[in-house]
């Protein structure tokens, strides 16, 4: 579904629904899908509506006016404000419907601490480019961008690349290292619980 300046001044009105808008191919938007089906049994699709959009609809100034980067994952609340930034997003979701089934933050400090790192390490060195302006790309970039295919304002050349393949190996390897103690007591990142920081890596990682 597109954005359409009547569905989104309906979604910005006063609702009992928050709006997610997500993106097909974005690992970004992904963590808080992955949220919706996991949060509880049979998803949270009756509690939160979802709109899938294209990446020509972030161009538009219907969706400027809900994310003024132009980027997805994108939320409406139920009080008609606007929220960006993905962990953002998946934070205040996670907090806002902490009783709607399992938790997925780690009940110490301790925990909820390691847990943040490894989205922050994420989503610094990983995810974004830590800016709007053309020319720059994250690392992740390095895998699928290219100036032949999408132009000189996303792709890069071969030292850009490589450069961006050498972050991506450290920052895999920092994380192979930190999250190895825990890899005894069960399969997430954090040991045995499924956290915020699974969803994150993820739709990263696959």
Known sequence: VGVRPVAVRAARAKSTKPVFFDMI???????????MQLK?????????ESHTITYPDLKKPNFAAINPLQKVPALIRSDGATVFESN???????????????SLKPSSPEGRQEMDLLIRI????????????????????AMYLSTGWHGPARGMDLPTRAAKLGELWRQFSWLEAQVAPAACTGPYLLGAQLTLADLTWFPTCV
């Open 122 to 141: 994420h989503d610094l060195y990983i995810a974004s480019p830590n800016t709007t302006a053309p020319g720059f790309s994250h690392s992740q970039g």
């Open 25 to 35: 191919h974005s690992n970004n938007a992904a963590r808080v899908r992955l949220w």
């Open 88 to 102: 953002v997003i998946l934070q205040y979701l996670e907090d806002k419907y902490s009783d709607a089934g399992l």
């Open 40 to 48: 509880r049994a049979g998803g949270m699709h009756e509690l939160i």
